[in-house]
């Protein structure tokens, strides 16, 4: 399967009532993460589909694909409040490019959101290296993926063995829940990575507990799952949403910081030199009053 196979078949997808619900699930989750990131420069990496920066209010936004396929609408998400859209300044602009060759450059971007990216990247490790070259030190990252420990990840891993089987015996090949693209990367195994390339993890969440239902009237029923699961099992989520920040070690303290340091510097000096020559002053004193007594 190619690549823009595997993004039309997400898209597909993402139009079945289990991706429909996810992606109301990550859109909330994508709202509140990108509300309070601030800066001028924005970027989301795939999955158009998501409105993933549409809470944010940097000035200069882009949404980038490296697929020539151009994703019909979905139906409108629900806004989580009602002055989202007047935020934005201007629509994010659209453009195509390579994942792991970004046309921008180093310390330009304050803000990165890649929704399943890295799951459809050609090289996820790549990706994550590009992404830290252009974010600007103390910039934001926000990643949401499918999560392998959970019903929907167990699903796929069987009917994963079951299609390996059917091919060998030359059957149809059926029963995947989710999209056959990429490889899911797992929570811990991500934050792992993110550490070494130096960013710092500020929070992790997981959501979409109900079971890996086709229908519409089924996921309704398990509906109550949403509320145990965040309480009792939250990490067994179908999904999750991970938020870092890229920290530089050893920066130097510039303008009125370095300053006051300086200046900090100086008067020190000045009250060294005012108490070195003090000895000298009380010797006199002392010699004065010796020379009245005698």
């Known amino acids: 399967m190619t690549r823009d ?16 619900y996810l992606l109301a699930w990550e859109q909330d989750r994508l709202d509140h993460a990108v509300t309070d990131a601030f800066g001028f420069h924005a970027l989301q990496l795939g999955l158009p589909e998501l409105e993933g920066l549409r809470a944010n209010r ?9 697929s020539l396929h151009v994703p019909e609408a979905l139906p409108l998400q629900p806004q989580r409040d009602t ?8 629509e994010p602009i659209h453009l195509h490019c390579e994942y792991d060759a970004l046309p921008f450059p180093d310390a330009s971007i304050d803000l990165v959101v890649l929704p399943h990216s890295l799951e459809l990247a050609r090289d996820p490790h790549l990706t994550l290296r590009e992404v830290e070259r252009v974010l ?11 999560n392998p420990a959970s019903l929907w990840g167990l699903r796929q891993r069987a009917g994963r063995a079951r299609r390996g089987v059917g091919l060998a015996r030359g ?18 195994r991500l934050r792992d990575w993110l550490r070494l390339l130096g960013f710092e993890v500020e929070s992790g969440h997981f959501g979409c507990w109900r079971p890996p239902l086709s229908s519409q009237a089924w996921l309704d029923r398990f509906g109550w799952m949403d509320r145990v699961g965040e309480r009792w099992w939250p990490v067994l989520g179908a999904v999750y949403t991970v938020m870092a920040v890229k920290r530089v070690r050893g920066m130097r303290l510039v303008g009125l910081i370095k ?10 000096v000045v ?12 010797n006199e004193t002392e010699t004065a009053l010796a020379e009245l007594e005698t």
Not at 136 to 146: H, K, L, S, W, Y
Not at 173 to 188: C, E, S, V
Not at 259 to 268: S, V, Y
Not at 271 to 282: D, F, I
């Open 171 to 188: 059957d149809a090949a059926t029963g995947l829940f989710l999209p056959r693209a990429g490889d899911f990367l797992g929570y811990w």
């Open 259 to 268: 300053q006051e340091k300086r200046q900090a510097r100086q008067a020190a």
């Open 271 to 282: 009250a060294q030199r005012g108490s070195a020559r003090q000895p000298s002053t009380r």
């Open 83 to 90: 002055h989202i859209s007047t935020l934005a300044v201007q």
């Open 58 to 66: 940097m000035p200069h936004r882009w949404v980038a694909s490296d």
């Open 136 to 146: 600007v030190p103390e910039g934001r990252i926000v990643i949401a993926g499918f």
């Open 5 to 20: 196979e595997s993004i039309i078949e997400l898209g597909s997808w993402l139009r079945t009532p289990p991706g429909l």
